[in-house]
């Protein structure tokens, strides 16, 4: 079958799927028609002046990234991870030492330029490799404690990175980052400039991280759906379903959890590489808790363990964050100019003005905008099925039958295998259990 027919029957089973069943395909069709729509919307908006715009959308590309990768330890594994941005900042350090002049400072003296792609790999396999590190000695653990040690290794990380000023320049961080490049380039007409073939083309323009990043994301949501559908998936929700149970049918759940925390660390480390060659400076500030934190809320208000809702919480939660409360004052301002308050502008006493004190309480109101968002979706924004019937129907893990020999009107719930002693327990209506285990079937 030819590309075409292809696209045109994943169009159509989009088009016959129900989305109040399954709302992912229409979720990943809106999506990509957005991803490819945007930039010409905001040229146009904006008279050909729409790169910040486009820049916007391509650091909020870095929080789905990172949201994508925490999705696989904790709406895939099961598994409370509180310092995920070490693994961020390990990428992105990665980025610096192997695409700038950092390392001539250093006790090495060489610096080392490779191109952004390859350096893109090293980063994604150095911070899965530091996953492995913290994974091995940890794992064994399990919920609060799991947690306090991710915890503790999230604020070791930048504090390491700050005190090696020899090799990281402190609180300087390291700056004058390589741009990515491309082995050549055709310029012409369709982007304004006259027919030429350049070689060695750096991507310096917003739109060109836009599309880097769109292509990034598009890989990361390909690998990441074939993960969930393999093997390894179906094992990694039993994990998060009922480790005892997982353990009990054979699965080695060590190390699966100890390969959800290398792949989630991989991504982490992916979007650490891209962070840093599209800043093209790396701080220990930028990689404190609460990025851990904001990237745990965009996983859980979005949907953990669903693709499509992490994204679109991964989306929300930077906008409101980085985009709606900074632009909140002098909104807030402007309505109360329009509404004839404009004495609530101006300072007058111990009031700071309108303006200054929804700046002070912008993050007060950020805590509201989520305690709302769970009261009315406490599943996410776009949940997995499998979450969103557990919260609508409830799970059952006991099953209760009438028991004849107890008193008219009540019940007992059906006792498991293990419930019972080994040697002739009596149960709860006053029957003996035997031990058969010295049975043998004649032959």
């Not at 490049?181 to 369709?190: A, D, E, I, R």
Request: net charge positive; charged share 15%.
């Amino acid at each position: 079958m030819s590309r075409a027919g292809k696209a045109l029957r994943t169009l159509s089973r989009v088009w016959q799927t129900d989305p109040r069943r399954d709302p992912n395909p229409l979720v990943y069709a809106l999506l990509a028609i957005g991803a490819i729509a945007y930039p010409i919307w905001a040229q146009i908006s904006t008279g050909g002046q729409g790169d910040f715009l486009i820049s916007v959308i391509a650091d909020a590309g870095v929080y789905i990234l990172l949201a994508i990768g925490l999705n696989v330890v904790v709406g895939f594994a099961g598994l409370l991870d509180l310092g995920y941005a070490a693994f961020f900042a390990i990428g992105a350090y990665t980025y610096a030492f192997f695409a700038s002049n950092q390392l001539l400072t250093t006790p090495l003296g060489t610096a080392i330029h490779l191109p952004f792609w390859i350096v893109l790999l090293i980063a994604m396999f150095v911070a899965a490799g530091f996953g492995l590190v913290l994974g091995a000695p940890t794992l064994r653990l399990r919920g609060d404690y799991l947690a306090i040690v991710t915890l503790g290794f999230g604020e070791i990380v930048p504090r390491v990175f700050k005190n090696l000023s020899e090799w990281t320049s402190g609180v300087n961080g390291i700056s004058a980052l390589d741009k990515p490049s491309l082995p050549f380039w055709v310029q012409g007409p369709w982007s304004g400039d006259p027919f030429a073939f350049i070689p060695d083309f750096k991507i310096i323009n917003p739109l060109g991280f836009y599309v880097i990043m769109v292509l990034l994301v598009g890989t990361c949501i390909i690998l990441v759906n074939n993960l969930r559908r393999s093997r390894i998936g179906r094992a990694w929700m039993a994990v998060r379903e009922d480790e005892v149970a997982a353990a009990a049918m054979g699965v080695n759940t060590v190390r699966l959890k100890l390969l959800a925390f290398a792949i989630g660390a991989a991504f982490s480390g992916f979007a650490g590489a891209f962070y840093g060659a599209k800043l093209s400076l790396v701080s220990p500030e930028n990689f404190g808790f609460t990025v851990s934190i904001t990237i745990l809320v965009m996983v859980v208000l979005g949907g953990m363990g669903n693709i499509p809702g992490v994204i679109a919480g991964g989306l929300l939660i930077y906008l409101v964050i980085f985009i709606f409360l900074p632009a909140l004052p002098p909104l807030v301002e402007s309505w109360a100019e329009s509404l004839g308050l404009g004495s609530l502008i101006a300072q007058n006493g111990d009031w700071p003005g309108i303006g200054q004190e929804v700046q002070r309480l912008k993050f007060l109101l950020f805590g509201l905008i989520l305690v709302l968002t769970m009261l009315l979706r406490p599943q996410g924004l776009i949940p997995s099925r499998a979450r969103e019937q557990e919260l609508i129907k409830g799970v059952h893990e006991d099953t209760t039958i009438p028991d004849r020999h107890a008193r008219a009107g009540t019940t007992r719930p059906v006792n498991p295998p293990h419930a019972a002693h080994a040697r002739g327990a009596p149960d709860r209506a006053g029957l003996r259990l035997t031990r058969c285990s010295a049975l043998r079937v004649p032959g």
